[in-house]
């Protein structure tokens, strides 16, 4: 069973991702900032990370670069996961070495999709 590792500060948010997630047979770890996220990376590398972008204490663009720029790291596949929609939001994220960018709202099958995708390669 794959591990993803979800990167999140809403609540709502947090819930109702890891729901969908998990209901499709993928264990959720949670993290509620970037700094979380960069800990529990360091201890255990998860198959994939799902990562919003505004977050307390380090944003999801720092998270993915700090990633990315990792050898340990740089292979995990990253999904940025935001409210920020804008193309060059998109942009931005993909720049940072995302390798997938949904905006929110999503539709659930959109996430799942490029998750699995992401896992397959």
Aim: aromatic share 4%; charged share 30%.
């Amino acid at each position: 069973m794959s591990e993803v590792l979800l990167v999140e500060d809403n609540r709502s948010q947090r819930e109702m991702i890891s729901d969908i997630l998990k209901k499709n047979g993928l264990t959720v770890i949670i993290a509620c900032d970037g700094l979380e996220a960069i800990e529990h990376i360091k201890r255990s590398s998860p198959d994939l990370v799902v990562l919003d972008i505004v977050m307390p204490r380090m944003n999801g663009y720092e998270v993915c670069r700090r990633l990315k720029s990792d050898p340990k790291t740089k292979n995990v596949p990253v999904v940025m996961c935001s409210s920020k929609g804008e193309e060059f939001d998109r942009f931005w994220g993909m720049k940072q070495g995302a390798d997938a960018y949904i905006a929110k709202p999503f539709e659930p099958i959109e996430l799942l999709g490029t998750i699995k995708q992401l896992l397959r390669k």
